[in-house]
């Protein structure tokens, strides 16, 4: 099965700068940080990491897949830089201020660049099987996206290639340029009895939408492939146009401080 070994997973966890056991912030430097970042910091120590390490325990523990640590790992609390590639000048000066009170800004983000490096698919950990199955997905995605450019136009290949393969569409949307399709996995319980829920869907399905999503950043395009089916047979998916969009804590303070 994909994913990091769980031993290594705890300890990049565990080296959260803000954990509990880790040197204190001064309260005051902490509730400056939380309102400079609109609450982020807060939301992000106080419940988002929570919430983590008990994903961690259950993924050790075999409960829970690598798709759903990372779901939750890209869902984490975010303080936006920029809007697209427009920069926000006011916020990128927040920023600064509260790496200013506390080194932990900083080290937060050095902390969460690596859990999501720890997280994506690295393919010396796939099988050879996955291996296949990713391959397989980048080489169709050359037809099955061939002259489509736009979200617009890449989203409506993207349904059709659901439906080839008995995937039922629920529900569609279109927001700020990213387009959003709900779904049904008909495949969820295929295999649960012996590999666990979800193992056809995310574990192994997931691997050719992972080709998908090469072809695709390649040409500008970025495909976040299914997401958030805990507790429902159904998923999402979207497709935006790729872009610069900066945030804490993806983007370190030191990339957005002012030259000297």
Not at 59 to 87: I, Q
Not at 208 to 225: C, F, K, M, N, P
Not at 230 to 243: F, I, K, L, N, W
Request: net charge negative; aromatic share 8%.
């Amino acid at each position: 099965m994909a994913g990091p070994d769980p031993a290594e997973l705890r300890r990049v966890v565990d080296a959260f700068p803000a954990a509990a056991d880790s040197e204190p912030i001064d309260p005051g430097a902490a509730d400056r940080i939380d309102d400079l970042l609109d609450g982020t910091y807060g939301r992000l120590t106080r419940e988002w990491y929570p919430e983590l390490t008990e994903l961690t325990d259950s993924y050790a523990a075999g409960d829970v897949l690598r798709e759903d640590v990372l779901e939750h790992v890209e869902a984490v609390p975010s303080f936006r830089l920029s809007d697209g590639a427009a920069p926000l000048p006011e916020k990128r000066r927040a920023l600064v201020a509260a790496d200013e009170a506390a080194a932990a800004v900083t080290e937060i983000a050095g902390w969460y660049a690596t859990l999501r490096s720890l997280l994506d698919d690295d393919p010396d950990d796939l099988t050879r099987l996955e291996r296949l199955l990713h391959g397989f997905g980048y080489v169709l995605a050359h037809g099955l996206f061939l002259g489509a450019s736009s979200p617009e136009r890449v989203v409506r290949r993207l349904r059709l290639a659901y439906r080839s393969v008995g995937v039922d569409i629920d529900e569609t949307d279109s927001e700020a340029g990213a387009e959003r399709t709900e779904f049904t996995c008909p495949y969820r319980n295929v295999g649960a009895g012996v590999y666990g829920e979800k193992w056809v869907c995310h574990e192994k399905l997931d691997r050719v939408d992972d080709g998908y999503v090469t072809y695709l950043a390649e040409r500008g395009i970025d495909y976040q492939r299914p997401r958030d089916c805990d507790g429902s047979d159904r998923c999402y998916s979207t497709v935006a146009r790729d872009g610069p969009e900066l945030w804490w804590p993806k983007t370190a303070p030191a990339a957005v401080r002012a030259p000297p």
